[in-house]
């Protein structure tokens, strides 16, 4: 029996669990289409005409060696926005090893910083280690396992005469803070986009004009010291001894010490030590060791390299479970209106990764879209055992082998988004020591 059957079977099984969820809503038909996009990867579409619910389904088999899960973010930058196909599109052709298959929206982001809302991990590097509220994510580990729970991630460096802990990443927002700047933040702490200036005027840069391509810099590097939160602050330049991870001690070396502009090594971070009293930071030297930890809080067995978040939980344990009370949700409307939404599940034995995507309102394609309920009642009815809501309204988005499916309106017009969820294959014997790689090419790009 085929997984396209087996999957068919399951969705005619559990017919009136999600007739029960939608108003009007009829009998669950077998997928209109169905096509497996490498061994492992399923893709299934299912429109319900009295319901109007267009309904895109993406089945993982995780026991296939050759697939992988990455956390994408918008640019490679804590502030970043792009749409789905295009950062699938800068990870596919980084390594001709890899190929993006799917992808779909992850976490929602903050209006202002446009931060991502919750712990971000991708490629085992932070972005942020706060939890949100009382905000759950998905977090997996280095072998391959899934945990969705409210996570905290406590981070802090622990040196030959103690430890020091960090109180946040990427971002500054008191003077005596202890701040731990990844390369998603930039090229610099202060982040001045030299390279982003150098890029808009490549046009018409000559021999002539590259001083004053310089003297640019230079005039707007003295304009963001005199207002910058990190001008004269203590900072540590460090670089990896290992590969980055998450939920386990990451050996580092110090290579610089400063208080003015300090670089962010492609193959490290800065700490930033503010203006506070901080006796243990006069111990370290050039040349010193020390360990960046991060402990995951609940606790996940083995190194994380890669988490993002949502809300609420919309099924716990196999049975529907919208909790939005608990994560500290207060508009009703946000649970049961009917809107484009995007969700990720995990089967019972871990073995499966089901992401599904409703599409949005859209009265002329006769598309009304799905409250969190009938979100629940789908990723029960493709196998999941635990799932969690991603963002969703005009955020809502799953692109399939570089074509966007939602929202109807392609990849070019698609939205921005912060952060994405990619399955990719391994093509022939891909090293791991290739995949960690990966992000140096990307910033080279």
């Known amino acids: 029996m085929t997984r396209r059957t087996v999957i068919t079977l399951l969705l005619i099984a559990l017919v009136p669990a999600l007739a029960s969820a939608q108003k009007g809503g009829g009998a669950w038909p077998k997928p209109d289409s169905t096509r497996e996009l490498t061994p492992g990867v399923t893709y299934s579409h299912t429109y319900i005409p009295k319901s109007r619910l267009s309904v895109h389904a993406l089945v993982v088999d995780l026991s296939n060696p050759f697939l992988g899960v990455r956390v994408g973010k918008g640019l490679d930058h804590i502030s970043g926005l792009e749409r789905v196909h295009s950062i699938a599109h800068r990870f596919d052709s980084a390594l001709t090893a890899v190929r993006v298959l799917a992808g779909v929206n992850a976490n929602f ?25 009382n905000w759950p994510s998905l977090a997996i580990t280095e072998d391959g ?42 090229n610099s702490v202060p982040f001045i986009d030299t390279l982003g200036i150098r890029e808009a005027s490549r046009d018409v840069v000559t021999d002539e004009t590259e001083a004053a391509i310089d003297t640019m810099i230079l005039a707007l590097m ?6 910058s939160p990190e001008s004269g602050t203590l900072k540590l330049q460090f670089e990896y001894l290992g590969t980055p991870r998450v939920n386990t001690p990451v050996q580092c070396r110090i290579t610089a010490m400063d208080t003015g502009f300090v670089a962010i090594p492609e193959n490290g971070g800065v700490i930033s030590f503010g203006k506070g009293q901080f006796p243990l930071f006069y111990s370290l030297m050039v040349g010193d060791r020390f360990a960046l930890s991060s402990v995951c809080d609940p606790p996940i067995p083995g190194p994380v390299v890669e988490m993002t978040g949502g809300v609420p939980r919309i099924v716990r344990d196999g049975k529907p479970s919208i909790e939005w009370v608990e994560a500290g949700l207060k508009k009703q409307r946000f649970v049961t ?37 009938t979100m629940a009642e789908l990723q029960l009815a493709y196998g999941a055992w635990q799932a969690l809501n991603f963002d969703g309204g005009s955020s809502a988005t799953m692109m399939i082998e570089d074509v966007t499916r939602v929202p109807l309106t392609g990849n070019r017009r ?9 399955i990719y294959e391994r093509l022939g014997k891909t090293a791991e020591s290739d995949l960690q790689r990966v992000k140096k090419i990307l910033r080279r790009k």
Do not use: C
Not at 146 to 171: A, E, Q, W
Not at 222 to 227: C, F, I, P, R
Not at 414 to 422: E, F, M, N, P, V
């Open 109 to 133: 982001w903050k209006a202002g910083t446009l931060h991502p809302m919750g712990p971000t991990v991708s490629d085992g590097e932070l972005l942020t280690a706060d939890k949100y509220r």
């Open 145 to 186: 396992g899934m945990y969705i729970d409210t996570f905290h991630i406590d981070v802090r460096i622990r040196t030959r005469v103690g430890s020091i802990p960090i109180s946040r990443l990427n971002r500054r927002t008191d003077s005596t803070e202890i701040v731990l700047y990844t390369t998603y933040f930039g």
């Open 222 to 227: 003295d304009s963001v010291w005199s207002v």
């Open 337 to 373: 209106g009917h809107y484009g939404r995007s969700s990720v599940g995990i089967s019972q034995g871990g073995d499966s990764l089901i992401l599904i995507t409703v599409e949005p309102y859209n009265r002329k394609q006769r598309r009304r879209g799905a409250s969190l309920q």
């Open 414 to 422: 698609s939205r921005k988004i912060s952060t994405a969820l990619l």
